[in-house]
């Protein structure tokens, strides 16, 4: 039985690449993201290329796989390129549609806060459709604060929506100057 075999998190490969895809792809169509045209969409060597750019930045790009399937990823960028905001993160996580709420995002999401506190980063930053009570529940169990509001920034099912900010220190945070 599928629910029986372990989750596992792990970094992306190039031959993760597909499934990783077709998750997005879903997201944009079916998801909460979906209504508008899917226009800008990464093709496979888009995708080959983000990740070899966050990987010799040491940003962490993971999949989840449970019985060897890809069931989700979650990944951060630089929150800005500006030198001054070198230690934030902006994150995502995608789950495959037939495998929400099976605790994958909270394994995604740890496994990214750990490996982004170990890699130095102090604060991690999320954009989270205002309607996405899910993702929204999650971050708070993992003490994202909301810290802003975007009302209007998103067109969709011919309506405007909102964007709630997130945010989360990392290992000491705000609290301590870097050494």
Not at 11 to 27: C, F, K, Q, T
Not at 132 to 153: K, M, Q, T, Y
Request: charged content about 25%; hydrophobic content about 40%; glycine content about 10%.
């Amino acid at each position: 039985m599928e629910s029986d075999l372990p989750i596992i998190i792990r970094p992306s490969r190039d031959d993760d690449v597909e499934p990783m895809l077709a998750i997005y792809r879903r997201h944009i169509r079916h998801g909460i993201e979906a209504g508008v045209e899917d226009t800008g969409t990464p093709q496979p060597d888009d995708l080959k290329d983000r990740r070899k750019n966050l990987r010799n930045r040491k940003l962490p790009h993971l999949v989840a796989t449970r019985g060897g399937q890809i069931v989700g990823y979650a990944y951060v960028v630089l929150f800005r390129k500006r030198p001054a905001y070198r230690f934030t993160v902006k994150h995502s996580i995608y789950v495959h549609h037939e495998h929400l709420g099976r605790g994958i995002g909270r394994l995604l999401m740890q496994a990214l806060i750990d490996a982004c506190a170990a890699a130095g980063f102090r604060q991690m930053i999320g954009y989270i459709d205002a309607e996405n009570g899910a993702s929204l529940a999650l971050h708070e169990r993992f003490g994202f604060a909301r810290v802003g509001l975007l009302p209007g920034v998103a067109y969709r099912y011919g309506k405007w929506s909102d964007s709630v900010m997130v945010q989360r220190s990392l290992g000491a945070g705000a609290t301590q100057p870097i050494s």
